[in-house]
């Protein structure tokens, strides 16, 4: 079947009830093709090779370049990057990098052993002009580390953590000053029990279409992770029992008001935060329930982005063996991770079942007929297309091909994929089988006569580096213009999609 259509459910009622329930081998048949989109890339600056300064046994990563995860632009013109090693870097308007921050310094027990590790991600506090609030998000590892976790997974000990995730806020003491100088003061600590550090904590962030007054104003989010515990190495992993739970962080995106409740006067979080009282959970008036959840049920929803029109929430969710993800995320969603991947059952759950396998829904479920109590992605791609989805945006600014889609790519294979923003908004219908269809957009760069040369991510990333590559580690990034970023944890290059 081809998940592009809502033929979905029509294909579906063909089969046999024995056929419904079979194990599914190939979810999506065919291909993500390439239709006609055409957009150019530049590139805008190259971050320094900065793998020497991490000691080796730290840093296992195979490229000596900065590892980008995030452009992050201000209203005063300014735009920063981040590389996850441990820094946060100014780039001005010639595009001349200097060091914003140095957190390495500061972390001694931050660990830089995995691509996504170290510090991960890092937003500005829409208010950051006037009170110099940012926030980071990195890992340290958990054996002799002396700060206790606010959080530890159910039925485990703080003893037991292999690694810590923290979010940080920053207090600049100038904040239009060219580096940071001020204080800071840890949020929330939350322990890492699996064996690898898989799936880490990777994004904090604000609502980029929230304005001044709006409930949502100033409210920052996190990416919704399970933490490791669906692969992350040893005996702990592989658990689903950690993955549906409203008394857990495991597999949540967090909404908080990073206020200390002694300036806010609200309710206290696990960490120094205050609870919005407009979360659902937070005002379901049950104590089992953290009310920091907004929506639960990814396995590593590691990006979230807003619709600057109407502020549809978006995240991208790295599924298991098969199916990679867009959500709309509503307040008090359930997405479904262990329990499903993509629209189908994880056969994690059957009685004999494994993590790699997938079961058909029910046709009335697949339908809409009857409803279960999960929210599913608005569209998907599988494996044979790329095993990891990256970031996506509502793409509003100045590409005519791209506006009104969604742009989002896939971090393995480097390929830029769009679907139309009004098919996504029409696919959240609550009928699983309605989603929306996919293209592939083609990249060109051009010569020095000014002549047309189609390329990829990977074959620009393999010719700054002068040798071929496993990944392109691709990520997007968003300029308050709507512009797209481009960047690749290989050759630590910021690229930029043009008119």
Excluded at 25 to 34: A, N, Q, S
Excluded at 393 to 399: N, P, Q, V
Excluded at 403 to 409: D, L
């Amino acid at each position: 079947m081809s998940v592009r259509t809502p033929l979905v459910a029509a294909a579906l009622a063909l089969l046999s009830p024995a056929a419904l329930f079979a194990q599914v081998t190939d979810p999506i048949p065919g291909r993500v093709e390439k239709r006609g989109l055409m957009v150019e890339v530049k590139e805008v600056a190259r971050l320094p090779e900065t793998r020497r300064l991490r000691p080796v046994e730290q840093d296992v990563t195979p490229t000596g370049w900065a590892r980008p995860n995030y452009v992050r632009e201000l209203a005063d013109g300014r735009r920063f990057v981040n590389d996850s090693r441990g820094f946060i870097y100014l780039l001005d308007k010639d595009n001349k990098l200097s060091m914003y921050l140095n957190a390495a310094e500061l972390f001694p027990l931050a660990v830089y052993n995995r691509l996504v590790s170290g510090l991960s991600g890092f937003d500005f506090h829409p208010d950051f002009a006037r009170n110099g609030l940012f926030y980071t998000v990195h890992a340290e590892r958990g054996p002799d580390n002396p700060a206790a976790p606010n959080f530890v997974p159910p039925g485990y000990t703080a003893a037991e953590a292999t690694y810590h995730n923290i979010i940080t806020e920053w207090r600049a003491d100038n904040p239009a000053a060219p580096t940071f100088t001020g204080k800071r003061r840890e949020l929330l600590r939350i322990a890492h029990i699996v064996q690898n550090l898989t799936h880490p904590m990777g994004y904090v962030g604000f609502n980029t279409a929230a304005k001044p007054g709006d409930a949502d104003y100033g409210l920052l989010y996190t990416s919704g992770s399970d933490y490791g515990f669906s692969n992350g190495g040893g005996p702990k992993a592989n658990n689903p029992g950690q993955t549906q739970r409203l008394d857990s962080v495991v597999t949540s995106i967090l909404r908080i008001d990073p206020r200390s409740p002694s300036e806010s006067k609200g309710t206290k979080g696990l960490g120094d935060y205050t609870v919005p009282p407009t979360n659902k959970f937070a005002a379901d008036n049950n104590p089992a329930t953290l009310g920091e959840i907004y929506a639960y049920g990814f396995r590593n929803a590691h990006r979230l982005s807003w619709d600057p029109v109407d502020g549809t929430m978006f995240a991208t969710d790295i599924g298991m063996n098969h199916i990679e993800e867009v959500n709309i995320v509503h307040n008090g969603g359930n997405y479904g991770w262990m329990k499903r991947e993509g629209l189908w059952e994880n056969g994690m759950i059957r009685p004999g079942g494994a993590l790699n396998q997938l079961y058909e829904l029910p046709a009335d479920v697949l339908s809409g007929r009857t409803k279960d109590e999960f929210m599913y992605p608005v569209a998907m791609y599988d494996h044979s297309d790329g095993p990891a989805i990256s970031s996506g945006f509502a793409y509003r600014g100045r590409i005519a091909a791209l506006r009104g889609k969604f742009i989002f790519g896939d971090i393995n294979r480097g390929r830029i994929f769009a679907t139309d923003l009004a098919a996504l908004k029409a696919a959240d219908d609550g009928i699983p089988s309605t989603v929306a269809p996919i293209e592939e957009v083609q990249l060109f760069t051009r010569d020095a006569r000014g002549q047309t040369v189609y390329t990829s991510m990977r074959e620009l990333i393999e010719r700054t580096l002068g040798e071929t590559v496993a990944r392109a580690d691709l990520m997007l990034s968003q300029g308050r213009d709507g512009e797209l970023y481009l960047t690749s944890r290989q050759d630590g290059m910021i690229r930029k999609l043009s008119e």
